[in-house]
């Protein structure tokens, strides 16, 4: 039985390293696709930094197209007088647009660079791509070797249970055989006992009752000897009726406890105060279980509320900020998604993993999964990716659709809005500023900002200057309502 055992315990440890070596065949899959991931992610960030660079191209053209033309306007207007000061300051802005073009050139210089390194390390991924495939192959051909030999160590190890069973049937009998046998020994071990203790009280007995014969005698001054005339039988019945009458009298009355009244009385007073200080517990702790249970539920159902109306709001708002596209809010749970699975095995459905997590959380007594919020977004002519792909002026006009939405559902008296349309271009600032137009009538927006259209559609406008003595002194001017 114990080779048996040996040998099972070896068939037990090989599966478990057949098993973690299909666990690490199945990580280095993981790792390679993980990689493959990563070349896709650089090559799309790769492009959108080359778009990037073309627009930032284009725009210093114009730029400088456009301070050409007016230097040659310049260079035709006389040099005299306010002119000249006006020159002086066009002279200046051109150097510092010749700052910002060749800034922006060696900006576009460095982007090429980046973009072909990260071209160069596509490629190295894709020359990988065929060797990670031929690897999977490997590993899957080592997955069902693996498969298969764990099934005969299991079949193996089957037929080692089956015979081990048989085994311990015996044994089992075995044990039941010597515990009834030990069982007959306590017995008669017991039986023996008791008859020595029997023995032994007939000694002491009879010890004693020579012991009170002497004693008798000698008050009464005879000889310790026994009688030869036995008593009366009605006289030695009463006598010995009297003595177990007066014995059970003594055993009754026992010790006497004068204070034993008080005491109780005490006892019984400090029960019944724990009895009501139980009960006051156990109605607080009702009454705390049904507070709890109606919180709980006044704020899912407030959520609930407040991210129906964020929902429909943020709809509505990203298909004016993103004409031809759409957006939407989704709520999601912690644990909702598949879990991993190791030997092939199918992961779990999605929904039925979430529908099941719905289900545990509304049973009393167990903790309900935290949720949150997912953004989806989709503009015009674009498939939905993730917010990080997304450019800045997108998830500028992301964040403000979100902000706004928010704002309809639950507004405040007002918003400071820090240079939120910084990335936007002419087109999405004037979406921007019609959002404040449209809502100005329900809160107050301070929006802080260096854009010009922005300062231009203000009703106040607010400027900080430091004057030569270093001190801060803010300027304060209204502007005529824009239409």
Not at 93 to 99: K, T
């Amino acid at each position: 039985m114990l080779a048996e055992r040996n040998r099972r315990d070896a068939l037990v440890a090989d599966s478990e390293r057949a098993v973690q070596a299909e666990r690490t065949a199945l990580a280095g899959v993981e790792e390679r696709a993980g990689a493959v991931g990563e070349a896709d992610r650089a090559r799309d960030e790769a492009d959108l930094a080359l778009r990037e660079a073309d627009r930032t191209q284009t725009a210093a053209r114009e730029e400088v197209r456009r301070v050409g033309w007016l230097i040659e306007q310049r260079r035709a207007a006389p040099d005299q007088g306010a002119t000249a000061v006006r020159r002086a300051q066009l002279e200046g802005e051109l150097g510092a647009e010749r700052r910002v073009a060749e800034r922006a050139r060696r900006e576009r210089e460095e982007r090429t660079r980046r973009i072909a390194g990260l071209r160069a390390a596509l490629q190295a991924d894709e020359a990988l791509a065929p060797h990670a495939e031929r690897l999977a192959d490997v590993l899957a051909q080592a997955a069902r070797v693996i498969a298969d030999r764990v099934e005969s160590l299991e079949a193996e190890l089957a037929a080692d249970r089956r015979a081990g069973a048989g085994v311990a049937a015996q044994l089992r009998a075995c044990a039941a055989e010597e515990a009834r046998i030990q069982a007959s020994l306590r017995e008669h071990g017991e039986a023996v006992t008791r008859t020595e203790v029997r023995a032994q009280q007939a000694r002491d007995q009879a010890a004693e009752a020579e012991q009170e014969l002497a004693a008798l005698a000698e008050r009464l001054g005879l000889a310790p000897e026994p009688v030869t005339e036995s008593l009366h039988p009605d006289h030695a019945q009463s006598l010995h009726t009297r003595i177990e009458r007066l014995q059970r009298r003594r055993e009754q009355l026992g010790p006497v406890n004068p204070l034993a009244r008080a005491e109780y009385d005490e006892a019984l007073a400090h029960v019944e105060e724990l009895e009501r200080q139980r009960a006051d517990l156990e109605t607080a702790l009702r009454e705390l279980r049904a507070l709890i249970r109606d919180t709980d539920r006044q704020i899912r159902e407030t959520f609930e509320a407040t991210f129906d109306a964020a929902a429909r709001n943020f709809q509505e708002l990203a298909a004016q900020l993103f004409p031809g596209g759409r957006g939407r809010l989704t709520l999601v749970r912690e644990g909702a998604g598949p879990r991993r699975v190791l030997g092939g095995e199918e992961p779990p459905d999605a929904e039925a993993g979430t529908r099941q997590a719905g289900e545990a959380g509304e049973q009393p007594g167990e903790e309900e999964e935290l949720a949150g919020v997912e953004i989806e977004i989709t503009p015009a002519g674009k498939a939905m990716k993730r917010l990080s792909l997304l450019s800045g002026g997108e998830k500028s006009m992301t964040a403000i659709a979100f902000l706004f939405a928010v704002f309809l559902a639950r507004p405040c008296p007002f918003y400071i809005l820090d240079e939120v349309e910084a990335a936007l271009d002419d087109l999405n600032i004037g979406r921007f500023l019609e959002l404040l137009r449209r809502y100005a009538d329900r809160a107050q927006f301070i929006v802080v900002t260096h854009q010009r259209r922005t300062m231009e559609a203000a009703d106040t406008l607010y400027g900080v200057s430091m004057g030569d003595d270093g001190v801060s002194k803010v300027i304060s001017r209204r502007l005529p309502q824009a239409a």
